[in-house]
């Protein structure tokens, strides 16, 4: 089959599109997908680069998992993965085969019920993901979704809206709460935009330039430029009421500020650091405005279901930008990095091009 591999830690040079990758079997309790759609995520470009450090040094080369890593390589990433069971392993039902399915990303590692997320990985890491033309998963991660959606529009939401429905349970998000939400116009915090809607919560966006009506589009109340002069000040002009929560997925020279605006007792959560991740901080601010800081990474089988039945309620809307050909990766993936547009960028591979693909690719 056809797929994209990621040899080592490094460049672009380190994917490379192969189209001699063995088909995967479908072990016991497994189902074979024929991929039809993989959304991009800044988890691919991190792993990639190494670029998550170590408690004791933060510039180190290190993958998702640190200390405990599960990558070897060759890997194929991709954690969004959207398609069609063709093959089922023992203990799966035949029926099975012929569902549109959207997989569920997580490698619990912790049985059903477990909503422990300590022990957590994921597909595309720790086993090979959905840049390909056929991925093998855990049949419980593969859902049926009955939306009359579109294969690349469903692949713009499993791991953002995940992240963000994640990050919004920690913080314990409520209807009327007001919640800001930096890295607004990417695939995490335009969904945490549309998901703190569906709570009946009132988000405001910060975000660059000439995103302004795109966020308001999708739910946000008001938008604040992220490079405004005086953060704090302008969000007080723009808030109608305290910030409860902020929902943080850029931190670098941010952080402080953010804790700043932040109403005593309030929580800030974040699931990213696309501006920095060591970030300066002021702990008399946390101790004596008593605020609660938490930290979150992808979600729980819970949220999942929850996003699922979200989704086929139509509670929230695709943000697809555009498409690519998996044989185009690197451009797909330059394309995601320069973060100029708003909402996600999904991967085709080039048999569905003309059906998936080309109805959303860039004119």
């Keep these: 089959m056809k797929a994209v591999r990621l040899l080592g830690h490094g460049g672009m040079d380190q994917l490379v599109h192969s189209d001699d990758v063995p088909v995967p079997e479908p072990g016991p309790g497994e189902v074979l997908i024929d991929v039809h759609a993989c959304g991009m995520n800044n988890t691919d470009v991190w792993v990639r680069e190494g670029a998550y450090g170590s408690e004791t040094d933060p510039g180190s080369v290190s993958t998702w998992r640190r200390g405990r890593s599960t ?11 959207v398609g069609e069971i063709v093959a089922v392993g023992d203990g ?8 549109r399915v959207m997989v569920d990303f997580s490698i619990y590692n912790r049985p059903e019920g477990d909503d422990s997320l300590a022990d957590i990985d ?28 579109s294969d690349a529009e469903l692949a713009t939401f499993c791991c953002a809206y995940l992240t963000a429905e994640q990050m919004l349970d920690r913080a314990r998000l409520e209807a009327g709460e007001r919640v800001l939400v930096t890295g607004a116009s990417g695939g995490v915090g335009s969904a945490v935009i549309q998901l703190a809607r569906v709570r009946g919560a009132i988000p405001y966006a910060v975000s660059s330039a000439g995103k302004e009506h795109a966020l308001r589009e999708i739910g946000a109340e008001d938008v604040v430029l992220r490079d405004v002069p005086d953060l704090v000040g302008a969000v007080g002009r723009m808030v109608d009421g305290p910030v409860d929560v902020v929902a943080d997925l850029v931190a ?3 952080f402080n500020d953010l804790l700043r605006i932040l109403r005593p007792e309030g929580r800030y959560t974040t699931a990213g650091a696309i501006g920095g991740p060591v970030v300066g901080l002021d702990l008399r601010t946390m101790y004596l405005k008593q605020l609660e800081l938490h930290g979150s990474s992808q979600g729980t089988r819970t949220a999942f279901r929850r996003l699922v039945r979200y989704i086929e309620d139509g509670r ?18 330059r394309t995601f990095m320069s973060k100029t547009y708003v909402g996600k960028l999904v991967v085709v591979p080039d048999r569905h091009w003309a059906t998936v693909g080309a109805p959303y690719a860039a004119s």
């Design 71 to 81: 990558l070897t390589f060759p890997r194929i990433q991709g954690t969004d993965t």
């Design 252 to 254: 670098g020279p941010l």
């Design 122 to 149: 994921y597909i595309g890491h720790g086993r090979d993901g959905g840049y390909a033309e056929y991925v093998a998963v855990p049949a419980e991660n593969a859902y049926e979704v009955t939306s009359r959606i």
């Design 316 to 333: 929230i809307r695709p943000l697809l930008d555009r498409t690519f050909r998996l044989s185009d990766f690197h451009e797909a993936q």
């Design 92 to 99: 799966v039902p035949g029926a099975r085969i012929g569902e």
